[in-house]
């Protein structure tokens, strides 16, 4: 059983668990921007970074989402998408508000598709049917090349090892 933590305490992480190594599955969301269908992972012919929040309306995926909009200025041929189950509307209230534009915010608010394949759907805590913070790169072929999950939910991910993964 795969975990993370929230505050100290043990997580179980539901849905298929998906490695380095593995082929990413190729999964529709909801662009915020729109309410268009987008899809990630998959072969897409290009680099993959997949950034995967709780909820836009906490500081430490605010902040996340903020360092990664700016930082993804300096990537070149990346896909770069924050996915988490924020509705759409929220989402791109807040990306309007914090001038998010390099990098596309998306929601998997409709089934759970993501959350499910990826394997980053929270299972039985306060926090239960959100997802947990992760990062997939994945390469132009769809094959996941970087995985990390966030092992306490409350703190950052490891951008250095994220933008080093994606170059």
């Not at 043990?10 to 529709?28: F, H, R």
């Not at 993959?48 to 909009?69: H, K, M, W, Y």
């Not at 991910?157 to 994220?162: G, L, R, V």
């Amino acid at each position: 059983m795969a975990t993370t933590k929230f505050k100290g305490t043990d997580v179980e992480l539901l849905g298929t668990q998906i490695n380095v190594g593995d082929k990413a599955p190729e999964i529709t969301v909801v662009n915020s921007d729109g309410l268009g269908d987008i899809s990630v992972g998959g072969a897409k012919g290009k680099k993959q970074l997949i950034i995967v929040v709780p909820s836009l309306d906490t500081g430490v995926c605010a902040t996340e989402t903020r360092n990664f909009n700016a930082k993804a200025a300096d990537l070149d041929d990346v896909i770069t998408t924050v996915v988490s189950l924020d509705l759409p509307f929220a989402s791109g209230r807040f990306c309007s508000a914090e001038g998010i534009s390099n990098l596309t915010v998306a929601s998997d608010f409709r089934n759970k598709d993501f959350a499910n394949a990826y394997g980053v759907l929270l299972g039985g805590s306060v926090l239960a049917g959100v997802t947990c913070r992760a990062i997939f790169v994945v390469d132009g072929d769809g094959v996941v090349t970087y995985k990390e999950i966030v092992p306490e939910i409350t703190q950052e991910p490891d951008y250095e090892a994220a933008l080093n993964a994606v170059k």
